[in-house]
């Protein structure tokens, strides 16, 4: 078979990839194309120049997935699968390139796809299964989407371990509630029981306001202390649709967020193994000592209702749990620096979050 001559495969991949973007104009391309260029020593001597597109493709595209360039990645792997549609490991490819960009249904499709030229493949059926956990999690939404755990894998096959690049890819996580037609938002008081020294409700509906500033397009209304809410059942309080309609009437509010929260705090010392220089030898040892600290708590239960209608949009709960060294603990602090620790999953019912995750693509 005759193989091409190196001038000739430097200008079919000048082909394959096209030119710099205007982005990159004036700049050199040759580090753009070195990565790719590379691969040319991984390829057999007696492979065809169709083959050999498909490496450099390949190679190309798992340069850019690594940078976080998804849709120039998926571009190219297409290109690819267009040279050979039976590489499942293309279609792994295209799935990790259609999950990173939120097409999550697509990326099932290309995945049962990979999964039926390669039945056998670990990595392919740990990406899978950790697309199908992700999908589930958004489905019932009741807590932040991870990971499912890592099962027994059987036999890797030979020839692709070394062209396996693990990747972590961020996946964007939809809001739960459409905020399209809502202008303006109301914090309103929360049901709260009585906190140590701290005025839950109104900390809570200022941390909230200045969220809700920062992360949505709403205009949030500002009225201090936040309007108060009935004492009554959760249930029949949600169902008071005349109390939240007045309310939205009242503020010129599109939208009301209220709810209920806890916030507790408890000693947590005891004794607990830590390890400490030793002053005579400057070794580290272990020792057992009496630790002295504190244990707060917050659980948060968030209602979005419509201002106009008084009708319940959404009902969402967060709950974190923190650990302080010592005790008299300023409580003020401890709250805010949980409710930190929770704003992504408080803001997640309403704004675009990115969740972190292991998945593997091939390099050819």
């Not at 005759?2 to 004036?26: N, Q």
Request: aromatic fraction near 6%.
């Amino acid at each position: 078979m005759r193989i091409p001559r190196p001038s000739r495969i430097v200008s079919r991949l000048l082909c394959l990839v096209g030119p710099p973007s205007r982005a990159r104009a004036g700049r050199t391309a040759r580090p753009w194309l070195a990565p790719a260029l590379a691969a040319l020593a991984g390829v057999s001597g007696g492979a065809s120049a169709q083959e050999i597109d498909k490496e450099l493709l390949m190679h190309f595209a798992a340069k850019m997935a690594a940078k976080g360039q998804w849709r120039e990645a998926r571009f190219r792997w297409e290109q690819a699968a267009d040279l050979d549609p039976g590489d499942p490991y293309l279609w792994n490819n295209l799935a990790v390139a259609a999950e990173a960009l939120g097409e999550y249904t697509t990326a099932r499709q290309h995945y049962e796809r990979a999964l039926q030229l390669a039945p056998q493949d670990p990595d392919i059926g740990d990406n899978a299964r950790r697309n199908a956990y992700l999908l589930e999690s958004l489905e019932s939404r009741t807590e932040e989407p991870s990971p499912a755990p890592a099962g027994e894998a059987p036999r890797r096959p030979r020839g692709k371990r070394g062209k396996r690049l693990p990747v972590t890819v961020s996946l964007p996580v939809p809001a739960r509630l459409d905020l399209t037609g809502y202008t303006s938002l109301l914090v309103a008081a929360f049901q709260v029981p009585e906190a140590e020294r701290v005025d839950l409700s109104r900390e809570l509906a200022r941390y909230l306001r200045s969220q809700f500033r920062r992360h949505t397009s709403l205009e949030v209304l500002e009225v201090n202390p936040p309007p108060a809410i009935p004492e009554q059942r959760v249930e029949d309080l949600l169902a008071n649709l005349e109390f939240w309609r007045h309310l939205g009437a009242t503020h010129g509010a599109d939208i009301i967020v209220s709810g209920r929260a806890r916030f507790a705090r408890r000693d947590a010392s005891g004794f607990q193994d830590v390890d400490l220089i030793s002053p005579a030898t400057g070794q580290k040892v272990r020792q057992t000592r009496f630790v002295e600290q504190e244990e707060f708590s917050l659980e948060i239960e968030l209602w979005y209702l419509d201002g106009r209608n008084g009708a319940l949009l959404l009902r969402d709960r967060v709950q974190r749990t923190g650990v302080f060294g010592g005790t008299g603990n300023d409580a003020l602090t401890a709250l805010y620096e949980l409710s930190d620790r929770m704003a992504g999953d408080l803001l997640g019912s309403v704004t675009l979050q990115h969740h972190q995750d292991l998945r593997v693509i091939f390099r050819g």
